[in-house]
């Protein structure tokens, strides 16, 4: 007896394939750059050092984990608009726009690349925005709205520890 395989069905939430396309697209390098962050985050913690190494140490490991909590929803936001979400090292180092950093800078020099990072991924976010907008993708406007917040503050904080 021959098994009958059942087609997918379609998605149809409101926006064509087209548009959930490029948003999914602008998704994948918002969750590059997010994971190339929380990389760079999570080496910073553990190789931190000097003077400011307990309050760099723990504020390195919120925001790690904020970072980690925020790629899942970026991925599964990617799933919902029906395209499957980049896993891979090698896909991140193609679609980030923030750089690894080499070996282990110093303490000031590690805020200064994380303000860096969490710019990026702002500028990243508000990227993807104008589509999402013009496809009136809420669920996706409010997942960035929410992650432009998250890295325009935090490179506020960061920002403020190198002040003289």
């Given amino acids: 007896m021959a098994t009958k395989t059942l087609a997918r069905p379609a998605i149809d939430i409101g926006i064509p394939e ?3 396309r490029k948003i999914a697209e602008g998704l994948s ?3 590059a750059d997010t994971f190339t962050l929380y990389l760079t985050t999570h080496n910073f913690h553990w190789n931190v050092t000097g003077p400011m190494f307990q309050t760099l140490h723990l504020m390195f490991e919120q925001q790690y984990n904020e970072l980690w909590l925020a790629l899942d929803a970026i991925a ?3 799933r919902a608009l029906g395209f499957p979400a980049p896993g891979t090292y090698s896909e ?3 679609l980030s726009s923030i750089p690894e950093t080499p070996g282990v800078p110093e303490a000031k020099d590690m805020i200064r690349i ?3 990072g969490h710019e990026a991924v702002a500028r990243t976010a508000r990227k993807t925005f104008p589509i999402v907008d013009k496809s009136s993708d809420e669920p996706t406007a409010d997942l960035l709205t929410q992650r432009m917040q998250v890295h325009e503050k935090t490179a506020w904080m960061l920002r403020s ?3 003289a």
């Fill in 18 to 20: 087209k548009e959930r």
């Fill in 29 to 31: 390098r918002l969750l």
């Fill in 76 to 78: 599964e936001r990617i």
């Fill in 92 to 94: 991140y180092a193609r």
């Fill in 114 to 116: 994380l303000v860096q």
């Fill in 161 to 163: 520890l190198l002040e």
